[in-house]
Each structure stands twice: as C-alpha cells, then as structure tokens.
T-cell receptor, first 117, second 113 residues
Framework: AQSVTQLDSQVPVFEEAPVELRCNYS??????LFWYVQYPNQGLQLLLK??????LVKGINGFEAEFNKSQTSFHLRKPSVHISDTAEYFC???????????????FGQGTTLQVKP | DAGITQSPRYKITETGRQVTLMCHQT?????MFWYRQDLGHGLRLIYY???????DKGEVPDGYVVSRSKTENFPLTLESATRSQTSVYFC????????????FGEGSRLTVL
C-alpha cells in the first residue's frame, strides 16, 4: 500500500519570498508523483508531475519539484511567491506501470500556502 | 463545452435520504474516480472505474454505491445519507493510460442534516 505525508499543514510566507512545501511518500514499488493546486471553491488542477527521467520537474506558475528516491521525497518549491499563489497544495502518488498500476491516485492531507503582503 | 461536470454543485439533505451525485465527462476517458475532501484528510478515494461496467472500491467505500453503464457518466449514490457523509465530493477522469494526470470537476458540496 502507498501513502503520502505532507509535513506541513500550513505554510505562511511573505510575498516575493521563496517557499518549499514538503512531501514524503511510502511505496514498495516504483511510483509516479504529482502536485496539484486547489484555489478556493474550485477543483484541483495539475501543477507538475514526475513520471521518469530528470528528477527536477518544472511546472506551471514558476513551481518546480525534485524527486529524491533515496529520501522518498517530492518537495515543491518556488523562488518567489505572489499573493495569487495562496491556495491548497496536494501531493499525490500513483503506482507506476508494470508495478501493479491501477490508475488511482493517493493524496496527501494538503498544505495551505498563505502568502502575505 | 468539453470537460468534466458535476451536479448538483450544492445539496442539502436529511439523514436517511438517498442522494445521487452526477459526473459527466466529454473526453471519453477510460478512468473515472470519486473522491471526498474533508479538512485534515485531504482527498480520499471512494470508488473508481477503469472502464464502463468495471468499478472497484477505494479507501472509503462504505455507504456509497457507483455504477458506470456508459463511459462518460459515473454517478455516486449515497443510499442512506449520514451526517458523516457531509463533505465536498470531487469527480475526476484520466485518459492518458494509467500514468496520466487526473482532471477534476469543480466539486459537489453535500450537507447532511
């Protein structure tokens, strides 16, 4: 079974400061990793994903994440945040193809990013 | 418009009543999912479907029923609603094989009194 742990439930940060949202996963097989963002009263939209290849993944809105297999982590970073980045962020994991993949995505508990002026 | 739509967006019901949340996607995606979102729990998978007439349980299936007679529709039914089922429900679909991202609807907020 897989699980995802987002280490911070809330992350307050000032505008234009850098931010890191932490995500650790647990799995005995190869996985795909995702970060989603949810703005208030909306559904989730994909920020970025790691399937294979380069461990540094770039996404939309200036976000990037680094896959670290040895530490089973997939932390999300942005060098300079804006007020508009205030939202809920979810890390998620899916079993890779060839490892019993069923297509389903398992989510972490979410991290609320609060960007202050 | 193409996409994934959920209805109703808001629903208030009473304990013991049957409620059905609808989900429709226009992409002909094979995979469809139902999640519930609760504070402190993130999103938890209720049921999913790999194709029409193929469904399977997720993490929290008790009290819910699904069907998928057509590829584009995936309704979720609460047979006898309980207060613990007060939540925001999200439908999602995925079409790029099992490695693909999930595309989410805007959610259905259900309140059980």
């Amino acid at each position: 079974a897989q699980s995802v742990t987002q280490l911070d439930s809330q992350v307050p940060v000032f505008e234009e400061a850098p931010v890191e949202l932490r995500c650790n996963y647990s799995s005995s097989v190869s996985v795909y990793l995702f970060w989603y963002v949810q703005y208030p009263n909306q559904g989730l939209q994909l920020l970025l994903k790691y399937l294979s290849g380069s461990t540094l993944v770039k996404g939309i809105n200036g976000f990037e994440a680094e896959f670290n297999k040895s530490q089973t982590s997939f932390h999300l970073r942005k060098p300079s945040v804006h007020i508009s980045d205030t939202a809920e962020y979810f890390c998620a994991v899916k079993t890779a193809i060839g490892s019993g993949n069923t297509g389903k995505l398992i989510f972490g508990q979410g991290t609320t990013l609060q960007v202050k002026p | 418009d193409a996409g994934i739509t959920q209805s109703p967006r808001y629903k208030i019901t009473e304990t013991g009543r049957q409620v059905t949340l609808m989900c429709h996607q226009t992409w002909s995606h094979s995979y469809m999912f139902w999640y519930r979102q609760d504070l402190g729990h993130g999103l938890r998978l209720i049921y999913y479907s790999a194709a029409a007439d193929i469904t399977d349980k997720g993490e929290v299936p008790d009290g819910y029923v699904v069907s998928r007679s057509k590829t584009e529709n995936f309704p979720l039914t609460l047979e006898s609603a309980t207060r613990s089922q007060t939540s925001v429900y999200f439908c999602a679909s995925s079409g790029s094989g099992t490695a693909g991202e999930l595309f989410f609807g805007e959610g259905s907020r259900l309140t059980v009194l």
